[in-house]
């Protein structure tokens, strides 16, 4: 396939994704509290639902069936952080109980308030099949559905996760108890990230990274290499008339760049960066841009108003 047809393939395929992103707005914050309450952590969410997100858009080509949106993403969620599970035992940190319910239903809110107990006591399935049923209101034959299982076995895992939920004894953790990060970026090397950025300098930027850096923002963009970044991401950024101000901040257990729109007298959230190094250099740099529902649990963590005028809402 020549250049060219790549190149209208990209952009059709760019607008089929404006589309389904339309289509799933409506269910995209139910999916957020569902990944919150599997992962307990909001990196963790975020990356599940953009996996999610990404693996659904992508498997449509595959399936010949009507496809109702919520199912279908609730299907998808639930079976990689199942896979998950299978391969490392989930992280355990602390939710905000009150965000991820809905007022008006007892049963969601014991569920919710035992799910650090849950989910050390039951193994991930149960977990998922008590959430569907109890949390996000899904019948047992839509559950049993979305896990391609039958009505009785999930009747009976129901049954038994309850069990656990009775003899459950919510307990109340602290915001400190969040896992600190293990990988924790060389704050030196930071600083001087967070010098370069302030001062506009992308040179100095680009004297951090490595000659091969990604650069992502979940399922909206991808950038391979230093030298590309130079021509769209830093190019776009050195002519940003905003004043924008960087400042390293641990959030959620990790060492991240939280970026500043400054307006008047005020300060609001413009973005959050993490950035991975390796041998003294950026390998990647992920940037939590259009993360709406991240970007919106930051806002209310650092009490910093959510930045509204990049029109975050209308890219996503």
């Keep these: 396939m020549h250049t060219n047809e790549l190149e209208q393939l990209e952009n059709s395929t760019r607008e089929l994704q404006r589309k389904f992103n339309e289509v799933i707005a409506p269910y995209r914050e139910a999916l957020w509290r569902y990944c919150m309450l599997l992962t307990k952590s909001p990196w963790d969410a975020e990356d599940l639902m953009q996996e999610t997100l990404l693996k659904a858009f992508a498997s449509l080509a595959q399936l010949f069936q009507p496809i109702y949106p919520k199912p279908y993403l609730f299907r998808i969620a639930s079976n990689t952080w199942i896979d998950q599970c299978r391969k490392r035992s989930p ?37 998922v099949i008590i959430l569907l049923i109890d949390v996000f209101d899904f019948t047992i ?17 129901l049954q038994r996760a309850r069990q656990h939920l009775r003899s459950a004894n919510a307990r109340s953790v602290r915001q400190d108890e969040y896992p600190h990060d293990q990988t924790k970026i060389h704050h030196e090397l930071l600083d001087r990230f967070i010098e370069y950025y302030n001062r506009r300098d992308a040179a100095a930027l680009c004297s951090l990274m490595d000659e091969n850096i990604t650069e992502e923002d979940g399922s909206v963009f991808r950038v391979y290499g230093r030298d590309q970044m130079v021509k769209s991401c830093l190019a776009d950024w050195q002519k940003e008339p905003r004043v924008l101000e960087s400042r390293r901040q641990t959030l959620w257990g990790k060492d991240v760049v939280v970026v500043l729109h400054h307006y008047e007298r005020d ?43 990049k029109n975050l809402f209308e890219n996503i």
């Design 91 to 127: 992280v355990q940190v602390p939710l905000d109980n009150e965000e991820m319910m809905e007022t008006g239903n007892s049963r969601k809110e014991e569920v919710i308030e035992a799910m650090e107990i849950l989910l050390d006591a039951l193994p991930p399935r149960q977990v």
């Design 141 to 157: 034959k839509e559950a049993a559905s979305l896990l391609s299982t039958t009505d009785a076995t999930v009747k009976s895992a």
């Design 267 to 309: 300060a609001y959230l413009h973005s959050i960066m993490h950035l991975s190094v390796e041998d003294e250099k950026i390998v990647k740099w992920q940037d939590y841009y259009f993360s709406k529902e991240l970007l919106e649990q930051a806002s209310r963590e650092l009490q910093v108003p959510l930045d509204r005028e």
